[in-house]
């Protein structure tokens, strides 16, 4: 039978053959809910074992895999917008000290300030082995059971309060090895900092003042006064749920670097990898903002060396999928990708457009670079593929809270997600508080 088929396909015996073979990818599929008192804005779940989540009520949360708070620490007195969490460039990942391990926060606010905060994990955390794949099939609505340990004991100290906007920030984002940190906010202005804490201040007191610029501009001094010692006795209560620990003893900095370029609020700011074919160039910054521009950043200098210029197009959220792409969201409900080769002499064309039913708010992207996530205010969130832009290859209703108005379904807004797609979790926050799905990188890629 062999040799009757073989020869009249002309094989021979040492023929090779070459197979392709596609993974099958579930689709998303929800893990888990985190209820929240308020909105939540930003997310991280790329500490193993650990959800991080800041609020509109200015409090950073940690949950364990088991949906335990281990923590609740009010660090700032306005609503936190962004949330960066990496690894001191001084602290390898194999390293531990005393079984703790150590990870620094930057949070962003509405109070004017970033806040550079050390977050100490106690070794229990990470001796139970997380099952990945019990994870995706919806263990984490469980027990503790193949997750973290319930005795989990996490420190949060504030470290160093960054000064240099006079309007709300809208986002903070850290480089690949945790030396640098680039904040965006709404007075048009993106600064560049260095993580070191200093051994002074860098900066007078400005808390006056910026409660002055965040209020209504007419309180009297001896109101800011009362203000300032009914915050000091706050700070002094001690340790518990959600109780301030804000500004006060931390050093104040100022920015190495910043770069003026954007003539209207800017939204979010990041960095370009230090890793070649990674995203973004190494050495570069990009920006996007409420003036219609994409904006490409030579950090050392401080100068603004490209930028692409849209039609009206306000742009809300920014991410790099390539070295030489850029996914810019947008308030006519589109999601743009656009080529930072082309040229800036006049207004530039996409390469790519996808369009969402309500205004998208956050996308993130995965590590091969073809696929990215996307959350918008109808509660909807997509999960889209580069390489095809006739639709959406998944979507669902985050929050499970979708209810009929008017003439469409509109659900709780989505602010935020993160992807980990290594370990295939997405969380996502927003006005329905905190969820987890499950979502491998590939899925729908056949």
């Known amino acids: ?35 929240h008192d308020d909105w939540v804005s ?5 500490i193993p074992g650990l959800f991080l989540t800041t609020s509109y009520d200015g409090i950073l949360r940690i949950f364990n895999h088991s949906r335990q708070l281990i923590s609740s620490t009010r660090l700032h007195t306005a609503p936190i917008t962004s949330l960066s969490c990496y690894l001191p460039s001084s602290t ?43 994870a995706m099939d919806g263990s984490l609505e469980g027990g503790s059971s193949g997750g973290l340990a319930t005795t989990t004991k996490s420190r949060v100290t504030p470290l160093a309060a960054l000064h240099l906007h006079i309007a709300p920030l809208s986002s903070v984002a850290s480089n690949d090895d945790g030396t640098k940190l680039i904040t965006a906010a709404w007075d048009g202005l993106v600064g560049v900092w260095d993580t070191r804490v200093p051994e002074e201040h860098e900066v007078g007191d400005v808390r006056g003042n910026i409660r002055n610029r965040v209020g209504d501009g007419q309180r009297s001094r001896k109101r800011r006064k009362v203000v300032e010692e009914e915050e000091e006795e706050e700070e002094e209560e001690g340790e518990g749920e959600g109780v301030l620990v804000g500004v006060k003893g931390v050093k104040r900095k100022v920015p190495e670097v910043v770069m003026k370029s954007h003539t209207g609020r800017v939204s979010r700011a990041v960095f ?29 200098n401080g100068l603004c060396v490209h930028t692409i210029t849209a039609s009206e197009k306000p742009f809300t959220a920014l991410a790099l999928p390539t070295e030489v792409t850029a996914l810019a969201l947008s308030t006519d409900r589109t999601m743009m990708l656009y080529d930072l080769r082309v040229s800036t002499t006049s207004a530039v064309v996409p390469a790519a457009a996808f369009p969402h039913a309500a205004l998208p708010s956050c996308n993130t992207t995965g590590t091969g670079g ?10 909807i969130v997509r999960v889209w593929d580069l390489r095809s832009v006739k639709s959406a290859l998944a979507s669902f209703d985050a929050f499970g809270s979708m209810e009929k108005k008017g003439t469409r379904p ?14 295939g979790v997405v969380g996502i926050g927003g006005e329905g508080g905190f969820v987890v799905w499950s979502f491998k990188e590939g899925f729908g890629a056949n």
């Open 272 to 300: 370009g990898s230090s890793i070649s074919g990674g995203r973004g160039e190494r050495g570069k910054a990009y920006s996007c903002g409420f003036d219609s521009t994409v904006r490409v950043w030579d950090v050392e």
């Open 1 to 35: 039978m062999r040799t009757l088929w073989l020869s009249p396909v002309l094989l021979v015996w040492e023929e090779t053959l070459e197979i392709e073979y596609i993974e099958s990818v579930l689709p998303p599929q929800k893990l888990s809910e985190f209820p």
């Open 370 to 379: 073809n696929q990215v996530i996307t959350g918008a205010y109808d509660g």
């Open 410 to 423: 509109v659900g709780k807004k989505v602010l935020g997600v993160d992807w980990n797609a290594e370990r």
């Open 92 to 134: 390898p990942k194999t390293t531990t000290t005393d079984d703790n391990q150590t990870y620094t926060l930057a949070t962003a606010s509405h109070d004017l300030t970033c806040l550079l905060t050390r977050l100490t994990i106690s070794q229990n955390a990470h001796l139970e082995d997380v099952d990945e794949d019990s």
């Open 42 to 46: 930003s997310i991280s779940c790329q």
